[in-house]
Every structure is written in C-alpha cells, then in structure tokens.
C-alpha cells in the first residue's frame, strides 16, 4: 500500500504534521524531492521539532524513513539535523534511516551560488531560501551532481570533484566575482560529513522493492505544494523539483510501482512564502491579524509568509494536479476570529470570469473575486468529533469540499498531533 501526502497550495499547509499523525499506521515514510528548503513543523508528546530534510516519520520509533533520489542532500545541514533529534531522544540509526545512493549532494559551492544570484537579481529577487537548491538541481540536470553512492569510492569521488569544481569555479568567479572554492577544502567537506553518512546510503530501489512485496505500508512526504512544482506551479516562481503526488514513486526509488492513496494537505486559508503571483493576497492590519493568528513565518526562514483568503481556483487545482483522492484541512482554527471570511471564488482577467487556474502574465493580472462567509467567532480547537463544530465552521468546511470537489476526511484544529476531527 503506497500513499503520497502532498501539498495543495503554496507549501506549509501543515504537510509534516499530518506525516506524524497519519504514519501510526505506515512502516516506511520517505521524502521524494527538496532539500532542507523544506520546514516541516511537528509537535507532539516529545515536544516541538522542525524537520528540514528527515521524513517526519522519524518522530515514531517502529518506522522507518527513506531519503530518495529525488532529493537534494546539504550533508553537512543533515548531520545537524541528525545530532539535534538525538539530543531530543529520537533513535536515528541505519536501522530506520536510509539514504538513497543516487540523492544528489548540495554542496557549499550551491548554497554561494543561490546566495550570489539572488544578490544580482537584487530588486528581480525569487525569495530564495538560499539553501543551494536552485544550483543543485541545475547540477543535476546538467549532470554535474555528486551522489551520495560516490562518498563509498573516495578515489571517484576525488575525480568528480574536481572535474565539477573546475566548472563551478568558473561561474563563481566569471559571473559572480567571488572568490572561488578550493578543492582541498571540498574535498574535506565531502570526507568530514560523509563520513558521518555512509552507513545509511543504500539501493532504496531495492529496499522499497522488497518492502512492498513483504506488504508493508510505505508512505511519501512531500515537500512544499501543488504551486510550487516546477512543472505545473506559478514558474519561475516555483522550487526546482517535481511535488506531484505522481512523482513520488519516482523520487521515492520505487518508479514501478503506483500509488494508492494520495492526501492532499490543504489549508483552511491561503499562505505563500517569496515572491511570485498571489492573487489573494491580503495587505495591512487584516493581513497582519490572519498573520499573527497563523503564526505565518517560515519554519525554515522565520520570514513573514505572505496571507490571503482561501483560494478556490488555484485550490481546485492543487487537487488535480495532486489526483488527491482525500483531502486534509487544516488551521480550521485560525480562522476563529473573524466577522467575515473571504473565499476567492473565481478571478477576472481582461474583464472576464475565469474558474481554471491560470499561468505566466494572465495569473500575474488576475484578480480576485471574492465571496464572505459568516465567522463562527468561538474558540473550536478543543473539537474532536463534527457535531462539536459550530454550524458556520461546519457550512465553511462542507463548502469548501464541494467547490473544490474532494472530500476532506481530517480538519486539524491546533497544532497538536492530536488536534484534529475525523470527518468521516
Ligand atoms: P509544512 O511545511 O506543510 O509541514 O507546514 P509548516 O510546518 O511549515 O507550517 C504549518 C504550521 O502550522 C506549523 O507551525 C504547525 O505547527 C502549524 N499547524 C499545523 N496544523 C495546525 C492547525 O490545525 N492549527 C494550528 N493552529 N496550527 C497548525
Ligand atoms: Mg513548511
């Protein structure tokens, strides 16, 4: 049983989570794209953690997480990451974490190069998390990425590196004006935090493999949402891997099998972090409240996230794109407050009524039409089960879910693993 959780928005829509809620019932959970560009919150009865690029699954001792080929690795962030669970108490051993030999690794000289182009851009700026995410996957696709399979043969990983900084060196120095990486300081990069790694890489094509055929229950965890995806989001202003439910398998390392389920992790209203088109996007004191009341800063940046309304359009797209089969909402409880809920129901482009989410300059045009929904104006986070829901809360939900045509089964209501109403 294969099921992908996966973002319909623009990303935190609370993605890690439903990870850590929904993977009681998993024995794999892997992440299939991204880099630690990825903040995903969970806090349950072991406290608060922010997971950058370990599967949220890592918070339950019997599962076991995958890091797959589709992801782009900072070892050196990794190794961190690994060292700060454990003084939490979370077991991490190559029995329950293992890393795909074919991730590619995101080296310091990346992590420069997405600072550096983001500086040129200057005003034209892509409110990058200057992780080296961009340059990495351009790496790889220009076949200039270094595995992580490639720190068990120091010999080829030496060759590589060199052929690869010599090349990278040249964008440094004759595009940037910086300075550029020497390679004995790569290279003890590479061996200081591979070192640290190497009894976790393995053929996750052949782990996932036999563990589906043994039957077990694998999970994936997708980072960041259906409009940020490179293929289908608001490009450029996308991330630079495939998001999409239907690449899991594939960034996973089980390319041949489908999955079964895929969740769609929907927000209750509508964030964004960076630059890019935001049609809902709210401005001033209103923004500020939704703002606060969210505790919208990114949990990988602590940058203000940009707030709006629900949107249904590019919602009712997230849900395509995603084939999301059932539908989590979540944050119902920040909404509590309001007199009025804004619910973008349809945009005007050049004069006329659109439904089917746009792209390029006719989405960076669109405006907003809105429709109000009465608040229910009650504290509803202690909710477990929908008679406890006011009416109004329950209306918006049950709205929702018939405007973008997906039943939600879950609204988490707090932050809490176990803050949430099962709706069916
Ligand atoms: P992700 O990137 O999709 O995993 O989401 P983030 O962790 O970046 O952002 C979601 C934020 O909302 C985190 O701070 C969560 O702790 C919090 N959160 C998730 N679900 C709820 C909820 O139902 N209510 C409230 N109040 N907070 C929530
Ligand atoms: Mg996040």
Redesign the pocket.
């Known amino acids: 049983m294969l099921t992908a959780i996966v973002?319909i928005n623009w990303?935190?829509?609370?993605?890690?989570?439903m990870v850590d809620l929904l993977s009681e019932e998993q024995d794999i959970v892997c992440r299939y794209q991204g880099g630690n560009n990825?903040?995903?919150?969970v806090?349950n009865h072991m406290g608060k953690f922010i997971l950058n690029l370990l599967p949220s699954g890592i918070l339950r001792p019997e599962v076991t997480c995958v890091m797959g080929n589709g992801m782009v690795i900072d070892i050196e962030h990794l190794c961190g990451e690994i060292e700060r669970l454990r003084a939490a108490g979370v077991k991490i051993t190559p029995d329950n974490l293992k890393i795909s030999d074919k991730a590619i690794i995101c080296p310091p000289y990346d992590v420069a190069c997405d600072r550096l182009e983001e500086q040129r851009l200057a005003d034209k700026k892509f409110g990058s998390t200057n992780r080296g995410i961009a340059p990495v996957y351009g790496d790889k696709y220009m076949k200039k990425g270094i595995r992580m399979g490639d720190l068990l043969h120091p010999e080829y990983l030496k060759e590589r590196l060199q052929t690869v900084l010599e090349w990278k060196n040249l964008t440094i120095t004759g595009v940037y004006g910086a300075k550029p990486y020497s390679f004995e300081d790569m290279l003890a990069w590479f061996d200081q935090y591979g070192a640290q790694l190497k009894d976790y890489i393995v053929d996750t094509t052949v782990y996932l493999n036999q563990a589906n055929k043994a039957g077990k229950r694998i999970m994936f965890e997708a980072q960041l949402g259906a409009l940020r995806d490179i293929d289908f989001g608001i490009y450029p202003f996308t991330s630079s891997s495939s998001v999409i439910a239907a690449y899991a398998p594939i960034g996973a390392g089980i390319p041949n099998c489908k999955i079964d389920c895929s969740i769609g992790?929907m927000k209750a209203y509508s964030t964004c972090v960076g630059e890019g088109p935001f049609t809902v996007e709210m401005f001033g004191d209103e923004a500020e409240a939704l703002r606060q009341a969210g505790?919208e800063y990114g949990?990988a940046t602590g940058r203000p996230r940009r707030v709006g309304g629900f949107d249904v359009v590019a919602s009712k797209y997230g849900v395509l794109c995603q084939g999301a089969d059932e539908l989590a909402l979540?944050?119902?409880?920040?909404l509590s407050d309001l007199e009025r809920i804004p619910v973008c129901t349809a945009y005007e482009i050049n004069g006329k009524r659109v439904h089917d989410f746009p792209t390029g300059e006719a989405l960076n045009i669109a405006k907003p039409i809105y429709e109000y929904f009465e608040g229910w104006k009650c504290n509803i986070s202690s909710c477990r089960k929908p008679d406890d829901l006011p009416e109004k809360a329950l209306a918006y939900v049950k709205y929702i879910e018939q405007a973008v045509g997906c039943p939600i089964r879950y609204v988490?209501?707090?932050?809490d693993r176990e803050?949430y109403i099962k709706m069916y």
Do not use: P, Q
């Not at 990303?11 to 989570?17: A, T, Y």
């Not at 979540?330 to 920040?334: G, V």
């Open positions: 973002g990303g935190d829509e609370g993605k890690g989570r990825a903040g995903h919150t806090i992790i505790g949990a979540t944050k119902l409880d920040i988490s209501v707090g932050a803050a």
